[in-house]
């Protein structure tokens, strides 16, 4: 079974391997572009999932009452297998040897497989975690490859999947995704699904960024090729584009996801201007408290930041739990600093506008 592992640099290594208990552990980077999974793959197949059978002996290990799983064969895009072939897998180990792990769930489910073939017929097939099998909704990029690869074989392209971490209604169908070139810029538009595509871009070095609309910023990046090594220098800063490079007959990828550009800050502090460490800060729609967490808690300084708030009208709360700590020495508070819901003080959130600097003093009455 293939991995790509990534490479621990001989420090890190000998401090690990210094430890009294050592546990070897799955470790790869699964950013790679259907182009290079499919031609590293013996086998890539579109499978469902029809049984498993259970293992005689459990073992301790996560999914360990599964021995193995059953697969039908409902599209073959290579290998030496035919439609409706039933394939036979291992119950693996995502976090000891980078294969998946089933369950009950799966049952019914369709996947996009690349499979290494067994060493020997009689043995059982392994999918790893650490290439682009999953799930066949997830698939969609590779499909748009797969499906018409007579006709695009040997084009350079460039594609990916656009994503969206908002509670917001908000559809992926018609983003642009800009893609510079040195003389020219080539624009890509997402699908329904968030997928985009561009074939026979000239070799060489580009800048890929999206048309921001208002109020959105790109959260992460995941680009097709990852560095070998592990980078140890400062995370550079976030940015809305990203350099690659393009070469001779292949494929590049980049996945981005995005989220609301605005935040809520402020500080709390106690009645002698004190700022307090490690306060709960939720915050909660004005008309709805039912799914209260910590959306920040506030550092040395007092401070919070709450990033990516949907527009609206909502309640900041302090020690929702309601729960007397060293560090919240108080009872549930709402904004700005009072007991009573009815006398708190709701807070506007605009799309794209900050809300900064708000203060909460916790007086001695609330202790």
Not at 35 to 40: G, P, Q, S, T
């Amino acid at each position: 079974m293939t991995s790509r592992l990534f490479f621990v640099p001989l420090s890190l290594f000998l401090i690990f391997m210094s430890s009294t208990q050592i546990t070897i552990a799955c470790g790869c980077f699964p950013y790679s572009t259907v182009l290079e999974d499919f031609e590293e793959a013996d086998l890539v197949v579109i499978a469902r999932l029809v049984s498993l059978e259970k293992a005689t002996k459990p073992t301790a290990r996560y999914g360990g009452d599964i021995k193995s799983a059953t697969m039908l064969v409902e599209k073959v895009f290579k290998g030496g297998v035919k439609v409706n072939e039933v394939l036979a897998f291992g119950q693996g180990d995502e976090v000891l040897d980078c294969s998946w792990t089933f369950h009950k769930t799966m049952i019914g489910e369709q996947y996009l497989l690349y499979l290494d073939a067994p060493e020997r017929p009689s043995e059982s097939f392994y999918i790893s975690t650490c290439n682009r099998s999953r799930k066949l909704e997830y698939a969609r990029d590779d499909l748009l490859y797969l499906n018409n690869m007579d006709k695009l074989r040997g084009r350079t392209r460039i594609s990916g999947v656009l994503s969206i971490d908002s509670a917001e209604d908000v559809g992926l169908e018609g983003w642009k995704i800009r893609v510079i070139g040195r003389r020219k810029t080539y624009v890509a538009t997402t699908d329904k699904n968030g997928v985009y595509e561009l074939y026979d871009l000239p070799l060489g070095r580009y800048l890929l960024e999206p048309e921001m609309k208002f109020g959105w910023k790109v959260d992460e990046f995941h680009l097709t090729r990852q560095p070998i090594r592990l980078q140890l220098t400062r995370r550079p800063a976030p940015s809305n584009r990203v350099a690659f490079t393009l070469r001779p007959r292949r494929h590049f990828g980049v996945d981005l996801r995005l989220k609301l550009s605005n935040h809520i800050s402020g500080a709390v502090y106690d009645s002698s201007s004190k700022p307090l460490q490690g306060v709960c800060v939720s915050l909660a729609p004005a008309n709805d408290e039912r799914s209260l967490g910590c959306n920040s808690l506030t550092d040395e300084r007092g401070r919070f930041l709450i990033n990516s708030v949907s527009a609206g009208t909502y309640l900041l709360i302090f020690n929702y739990k309601n729960e007397r700590t060293p560090r919240m020495p108080f009872s549930k508070l709402y904004y700005p600093g009072v007991p009573q819901r009815e006398k708190a003080k709701p807070i506007a959130v605009r799309r794209g506008e900050n809300v900064n600097n708000l203060s909460v003093v916790i007086g001695a009455e609330d202790h």
